[in-house]
């Protein structure tokens, strides 16, 4: 199991469960433009989601060979009676140990900065448009309905790019 993705109950987990009670999802339609303009918020980061991507790999090959070494701990180590190789498998444990905790904070620190970014950009340009929008707008639309559906459209955008680190 990847580190850190072991909580799929967390931010993530939530999102998507909201996803599959919601049946209107189920039933709409992704238009052609969307994909376009998903990647037109991720351009700017593709720098940090490579790195992310980078990061995301090495933890997981780190929790493959947790498994492997453990194996070969009991099968070459116990069962053949070397304890230098019992010893060495054992410190190997517990470097990955520590390689996989820098590894793990670095992927949160990554999955932050590009979800704070995002979620900073969509508001400036979300806010920007409703500036934009006419009076009329305003007199038949429910002001606190609009900023908490703003709200959550902005935090799911976010989600979607960085929560699979949660």
Do not use: C, W
């Amino acid at each position: 199991m990847i580190s850190g993705m072991g909580n799929m109950g967390g931010q993530f987990g939530s999102f998507m469960r909201s996803l599959r009670r919601d049946q209107s999802v189920a039933s709409s339609k992704i238009t052609k433009g969307t994909g376009k303009r998903m990647l037109k918020y991720a351009k700017p980061f593709k720098i940090l989601l490579g790195i992310f991507f980078v990061v995301i790999v090495v933890d997981a090959l780190i929790n493959v060979a947790n498994p492997l070494i453990y194996r070969e701990i009991i099968n070459t180590g116990i069962l053949k009676k070397k304890t230098g190789i019992i010893i060495f498998l054992a410190f190997l444990i517990g470097v990955l140990a520590i390689f996989d905790a820098i590894i793990s904070l670095i992927q949160r620190y990554v999955s932050a900065k590009i979800g704070e970014n995002l979620i900073y950009k969509l508001r400036s340009e979300v806010y920007a448009h409703i500036q934009k929008m006419p009076v009329a707008f305003f007199t038949r639309t429910q002001t606190g309905a609009l900023v908490s559906r703003l709200d959550s459209d902005v935090l799911g955008a976010q989600q979607a790019f960085t929560n699979i680190s949660s």
